[in-house]
T-cell receptor, first 113, second 115 residues
Framework: AQSVSQHNHHVILSEAASLELGCNYS??????LFWYVQYPGQHLQLLLK??????LVKGIKGFEAEFIKSKFSFNLRKPSVQWSDTAEYFC???????????FGTGTRLTIIP | GAVVSQHPSRVICKSGTSVKIECRSL??????MFWYRQFPKQSLMLMAT?????????EQGVEKDKFLINHASLTLSTLTVTSAHPEDSSFYIC???????????FGPGTRLTVL
């Protein structure tokens, strides 16, 4: 069975700091990878996704993520965070042939102005 | 594009009553829809997967007779919580998978409170 680990449960940063949120998955086959964001009081929104091709994918709001197959990782990055990035971030995986998303436990990001 | 709506956004009901929650994909066709529960400060827990025109597939531990799912069309799925009890109080979220893709788009969720 596939699983997703997000080791950072709560990250606190100052504005303009750089961000990297870790995501590791366990599944040996082909996967599609996602990052979703949930702003306070709002629903889950797709931030970016990786299906194939260039392992460095760019999403909305200046976020990017890099798929490193050898490390089973799909870390989320942003070079300079803003207060409005305060939210809960979820990494998720779908394995090939399986339509179910497996979510990580989420990382709460707090940006201090 | 890829907007999913849920109705109602909040519902309060008495113990023993049934509550229906609707999930609609507004601008795309969704052959598959999913229902999740989200507990406070936790991740989403998949309850069931519904495919248009067929019976839903429930995750282990989810009572299918309690959580009735109907996926009547390519844009509508409903979740009915039957004989609701206080422990059913939760945040219920649906998602819709756009036909031909592996991407799920999420609704805004429904906050159910059972008194």
């Amino acid at each position: 069975a596939q699983s997703v680990s997000q080791h950072n449960h709560h990250v606190i940063l100052s504005e303009a700091a750089s961000l990297e949120l870790g995501c590791n998955y366990s599944y040996g086959g082909t996967v599609n990878l996602f990052w979703y964001v949930q702003y306070p009081g709002q629903h889950l929104q797709l931030l970016l996704k990786y299906f194939s091709g260039d392992p460095l994918v760019k999403g909305i709001k200046g976020f990017e993520a890099e798929f490193i197959k050898s490390k089973f990782s799909f870390n989320l990055r942003k070079p300079s965070v803003q207060w409005s990035d305060t939210a809960e971030y979820f990494c998720a995986v779908i394995s090939f042939g399986n339509e179910k998303l497996t979510f990580g436990t989420g990382t709460r990001l707090t940006i201090i102005p | 594009g890829a907007v999913v709506s849920q109705h109602p956004s909040r519902v309060i009901c008495k113990s023993g009553t049934s509550v229906k929650i609707e999930c609609r994909s507004l601008d795309f066709q969704a052959t598959t829809m999913f229902w999740y529960r989200q507990f406070p400060k936790q991740s989403l827990m998949l309850m069931a997967t519904s495919n248009e025109g067929s019976k839903a597939t429930y995750e282990q531990g989810v009572e299918k007779d309690k959580f009735l799912i109907n996926h009547a069309s390519l844009t509508l799925s409903t979740l009915t919580v039957t004989s609701a009890h206080p422990e059913d109080s939760s945040f219920y979220i649906c998602s819709a998978m756009e036909r031909g893709t592996d991407t799920q788009y999420f609704g805004p969720g429904t906050r159910l409170t059972v008194l």
